[in-house]
Each structure stands twice: as structure tokens, then as C-alpha cells.
């Protein structure tokens, strides 16, 4: 049982690139989120989806696109990287109980 | 106002030290608060949930939730250097798609 699993672990980008960050779960949680982590400001919620087919944003979205095709796989897409993106960024499911399940990170820096 | 504030440390305690982190929060329909422990250059990881007011209890550690004040603290009891970590508030309203986090504290445990 692995849990939530995230890759890359770590990821350079340029100004402009743009990529995925993958997330799995094998719980069978319907509920997925992913987060960013900068120092000082907490964990905030980018996205979200509470089953397949169906996505939200959260808090601060913009810049960040997602999809949910299964309920296992949740990815999360820069489309043109911004060194204000750069950050550890968490994924996340939730099962029937009010707990996060994280993943353990990636940590991307945009130059 | 942010809406969760949380002392980020950093808190150097000597091993075997009575530990008190806390939170304070202003929205009113928080009604689940959990505590996550995060080591360096790891995921969050649940360390205690609490519904509602109240105390709770699980080994060296105490979760006391206060909502006439807006107020929840953590409790470490005989601390260790394997403590060592940032901590986590973490709260959400029933029926809620966000959990909203504290910016963390770091803790030490000096052996």
C-alpha cells in the first residue's frame, strides 16, 4: 500500500516551460487536492477534486490547471512556468473522515 | 487578519520538556482542527483530530480545542529529540472542500 505518490521529487524549469506534476493514490479516496507550501504562508489549496470528472479551485488556482480522467490520478499542470511558482507543492486525498492523506512533495524551482 | 495564525518559532526545548504549540483562528464554523507533524523535506503527517471543543489524548501527546476563544494547542509531554519537526494546525467547517492551515512551528529537542 503506497499511499499517495508524487513525482518528480525535484524539477528545474525555466520562465515559460511548462509541465505536469503526477500524483496516485491507491486508497480508493474520491477526494484529491493539491497544495503549495511557501515559507511563512502555510499550506494553501490550489485545486481540487472530489471524484473523477469532476475538478474545483481553491485558493490560489491561477497559473495551475488539472483533470481527474480516474479516480487514482490527479496531475497538476503549469502551463508557463513563473518564478513565483517556485515551491514545494503537496497532493493530497482524503477518505470518508475529515484527514488529509500528503504525498511527499515536489520541489520545483522556476528560474 | 490571517485566518489561522500560528507562532512559527523557531522553540528550542531541552529533552523531556512540557511542549505547548498553539493556533488561533476567527472563522467560527471551523469545527474539525487537527494537528500535523512535518519533518524536514517531508509530507505532513496526521498527529492528532479533534471534532468540536474538548481535550483529547494519545500517548506523550494532547490536543485541547477551546471555540469559545478561537483557540487550540498542542501538548507534548517528555519531549525527545525525535519530536524534533515542524508542527501543523490545521482546521475546516462541516461540509467543507478546504482545510486552512497554520504557517507551522518549528520545534527542537536538544538532547
Known amino acids: 500500500n503506497a499511499g499517495v505518490t508524487q513525482t518528480p521529487k525535484f524539477q528545474v524549469l525555466k520562465t515559460g516551460q511548462s509541465m505536469t506534476l503526477q500524483c496516485a493514490q491507491d486508497m480508493n479516496h474520491e477526494y484529491m487536492s493539491w497544495y503549495r507550501q511557501d515559507p511563512g504562508m502555510g499550506l494553501r489549496l490550489i485545486h481540487y477534486?472530489?471524484?473523477?470528472?469532476?475538478?474545483d479551485q481553491g485558493e490560489v488556482p491561477n497559473g495551475y490547471n488539472v483533470s481527474r480522467s480516474t479516480t487514482e490520478d490527479f496531475p497538476l499542470r503549469l502551463l508557463s512556468a513563473a518564478p513565483s511558482q517556485t515551491s514545494v507543492y503537496f497532493c493530497?486525498?482524503?477518505?470518508?473522515?475529515?484527514?488529509?492523506?500528503f504525498g511527499a512533495g515536489s520541489r520545483l524551482t522556476v528560474l | 487578519q490571517k485566518e489561522v495564525e500560528q507562532d512559527p518559532g523557531p522553540l528550542s526545548v531541552p529533552e523531556g520538556a512540557i511542549v505547548s504549540l498553539n493556533c488561533t483562528y476567527s472563522?467560527?464554523?471551523?469545527?474539525?482542527f487537527m494537528w500535523y507533524r512535518q519533518y524536514s523535506r517531508k509530507g505532513p503527517e496526521l498527529l492528532m483530530y479533534t471534532y468540536s471543543s474538548g481535550n483529547k489524548e494519545d500517548g506523550r501527546f494532547t490536543a485541547q480545542v477551546d471555540k469559545s476563544s478561537k483557540y487550540i494547542s498542542l501538548f507534548i509531554r517528555d519531549s525527545q529529540p525525535s519530536d524534533s519537526a515542524t508542527y501543523l494546525c490545521?482546521?475546516?467547517?462541516?461540509?467543507?472542500?478546504?482545510?486552512?492551515f497554520g504557517p507551522g512551528t518549528r520545534l527542537s529537542v536538544l538532547p
Open positions: 472563522n467560527s464554523a471551523f469545527q474539525y
Open positions: 493530497a486525498s482524503r477518505a470518508s473522515a475529515n484527514v488529509l492523506t
Open positions: 477534486s472530489v471524484g473523477a470528472g469532476i475538478t
Open positions: 490545521a482546521m475546516s467547517a462541516p461540509y467543507g472542500q478546504n482545510f486552512v
